[in-house]
């Protein structure tokens, strides 16, 4: 499978700058996720490397091939990248039986009617959709569907997939068996797949790499557990995780004595950094805030939403409002004092530009 590069790629709509001057390395078998509220970009530069969209500049280039050089005047178009796109609503043909579906792509290639049956044939046992190979996409569910879709995708063996948010037509609980579905298909196939969604979950579990996207313009590029532990910045932080993270204002001495929402903590990051005396955003992930008997700290109790493996409690301590996640069928109840205390790292941020600082343990001080 090929590596795809995005050499300071831009797309502009008169005015306004849809994705700007993005560099960007996917790898050969990557699972990439570009991730990023919407009207962010990030279907734009999806639609770039497949040849659905011209970029304003910059350079693209899938294995060897340049598919894409403003300067050079080079645009090949969709046919001719090698590349295969399931969209968001599938869009199989009504008339159509889910057989002649899969096969109406090989079919326009010229393939001899037995490799034709023998692909196909292979593709129904492999996204198990055997059964259905005679039924029109009216009288299959909406997963059934989708596997349809992907099929027909995969049949003339592209070299990479582009999926556009193809799981947000379907309700929850199938949404969570297609993500499994789709982490198996990319084992199976050894596929460089290239994924769109605003969903981070789908981000986090479906990954390799994440590439987090905000106003056309990349804000962190990496694994998804490393990019959750240290994100590069605020607004990386509050789009990665759920619930979100707590952010509190605070400021930092030069000796790194640490005050934030009433509070006083010696913080003492993880790795050798000159932080200085400057105002911070103090970053806490709901999972880190531990409430129990013995928490030094205390807070009220201000709504509480149990799901049966967790329980999400939001808590008022002092002026500020703090979100920890409870692990466990538990709850409490609404304007109980609780006990609690800070677990594992903290992450500063600079007020000013929102940069990730450094992260690392809070000690509380009297």
Not at 86 to 107: C, D, K, R, S
Request: hydrophobic content about 40%; charged content about 25%; glycine content about 8%.
């Amino acid at each position: 499978m090929p590596e795809i590069f995005l050499k300071n790629v831009s797309k502009h709509y008169g005015k306004v700058v849809a994705v700007d001057r993005l560099n960007l390395q996917i790898l050969s078998n990557a699972f990439l996720t570009l991730l990023g509220p919407s009207g962010c970009g990030k279907t734009t530069i999806l639609r770039m490397i497949a040849g659905l969209e011209t970029p304003t500049e910059g350079q693209i280039t899938i294995g060897n091939k340049v598919v894409f050089d403003a300067d050079q005047g080079i645009n090949l178009p969709p046919n001719k990248r090698d590349v295969g796109f399931l969209f968001q609503n599938y869009a199989l043909w009504p008339h159509m039986t889910v057989y002649q579906n899969i096969a109406f792509g090989l079919e326009n290639l010229k393939w001899e009617k037995d490799e034709i049956r023998d692909k196909v044939k292979a593709l129904l046992k492999m996204l198990r959709i055997e059964p259905y190979e005679n039924r029109y996409p009216s009288e299959l569910s909406g997963g059934q569907q989708q596997r349809v879709a992907i099929a027909r995708t995969l049949a003339p063996g592209p070299k990479v997939l582009f999926m556009d948010e193809p799981l947000s037509n379907l309700d929850s609980k199938l949404r969570m068996e297609m993500r499994a579905e789709l982490k198996r298909l990319h084992r199976d196939t050894d596929s460089t797949i290239v994924y769109v969604t605003h969903d981070q979950q789908e981000a986090m579990t479906l990954s390799t790499m994440v590439c987090v996207i905000d106003k056309g313009r990349l804000q962190q590029y990496a694994p998804p557990l490393p990019m959750y532990n240290n994100p590069a910045n605020v607004f990386v932080a509050d789009f990665l995780g759920n619930p979100a993270m707590n952010f509190i204002d605070g400021h930092l001495t030069e000796a790194g004595e640490l005050t934030f929402g009433g509070l006083r903590a010696r913080f003492e990051p993880f790795n050798a950094v000159t932080l200085g005396e400057r105002d911070v955003i103090v970053g806490i992930r709901p999972e880190h805030i531990r409430i129990g008997a013995e928490g030094p700290l205390e807070g009220t109790v201000y709504s509480t939403l149990p799901s049966g493996m967790e329980t999400t409690v939001k808590m008022n301590v002092n002026d500020i409002s703090l979100t920890s996640v409870v692990f466990g069928d538990v709850d409490f109840p609404v304007d109980r004092k609780v006990r609690f205390s800070f677990n594992k790292a903290a992450v500063l941020f600079d007020k000013e530009s929102g940069k990730a600082l450094a992260r690392g343990t809070l000690t509380m001080m009297e």
